[in-house]
T-cell receptor
Framework: DTEVTQTPKHLVMGMTNKKSLKCEQH?????MYWYKQKAKKPPELMFV???????INESVPSRFSPECPNSSLLNLHLHALQPEDSALYLC??????????FGPGTRLTVL | TQLLEQSPQFLSIQEGENLTVYCNSS?????LQWYRQEPGEGPVLLVT?????EVKKLKRLTFQFGDARKDSSLHITAAQTGDTGLYLC???????????FGRGTSLIVHP
């Protein structure tokens, strides 16, 4: 298994909703990442987990809450989002000196 | 903060033309990756280069890593409409596990 999976593929939510994004990889990678990406722009780093511990939080607003239940799973809990949070949310993983592998992303629309 | 300057930002060409995308920095990198991304999808890894002066070929795509490991180029020969997408370079330095991304090159190949 050499892929990163993400669910759901698309998500539409209101500003008062609570939802979660899920990411899974079974490559044994010990670093997992959340990125936010706007159209035709590079991914912006949000969070990094290393060995299931949060190692980097790039000053992300608290309405985004990451969670790493185990070494294969990464969640991003969403609450009280704003329309400007609409974007493609990408999960990635890597191991050692290898490059990152990205999931297909979740297209989030906040109404 | 390490900067990775990618150019051009936008490229619109006819099928059959050749093109080159550049990624430059004043920093030395241990490795550099090129990704291709289609709208609404995650970036897909095309290649990793690690050795100064390295040249890698992937069908019509040729990737070069500069001798000093500060710059890289992606050359596409006889572009096809299927090459349309966002091309991203990303680089790692030293023992860091956080890649630096270029700003991306949005390529449109017209039939």
């Amino acid at each position: 298994d050499t892929e990163v999976t993400q669910t759901p593929k698309h998500l539409v939510m209101g500003m008062t909703n609570k939802k979660s994004l899920k990411c899974e990889q079974h490559m044994g990678h010990r670093a997992m990442y959340w990125y936010k990406q706007k159209a035709k722009k590079p991914p912006e780093l949000m969070f990094v987990y290393s060995y299931e511990k949060l190692s980097i939080n790039e000053s992300v607003p608290s309405r985004f809450s990451p969670e790493c239940p185990n070494s294969s799973l990464l969640n991003l809990h969403l609450h009280a989002l704003q329309p400007e949070d609409s974007a493609l949310y990408l999960c990635a993983s890597r191991e050692g000196g290898a490059p990152q592998f990205f999931g297909p992303g979740t297209r989030l629309t906040v109404l | 903060t390490q900067l990775l300057e990618q150019s051009p930002q936008f490229l619109s060409i006819q099928e059959g033309e050749n093109l080159t995308v550049y990624c430059n920095s004043s920093s030395v990198f241990s490795s550099l990756q090129w990704y291709r991304q289609e709208p609404g999808e995650g970036p897909v890894l095309l290649v990793t280069v690690v050795t100064g002066g390295e040249v890698k070929k992937l069908k019509r795509l040729t990737f070069q890593f500069g001798d000093a490991r500060k710059d890289s180029s992606l050359h596409i020969t006889a572009a096809q409409t299927g090459d349309t997408g966002l091309y991203l370079c990303a680089a790692l330095s030293g023992g860091s596990y956080i890649p630096t991304f270029g700003r991306g090159t949005s390529l449109i190949v017209h039939p």
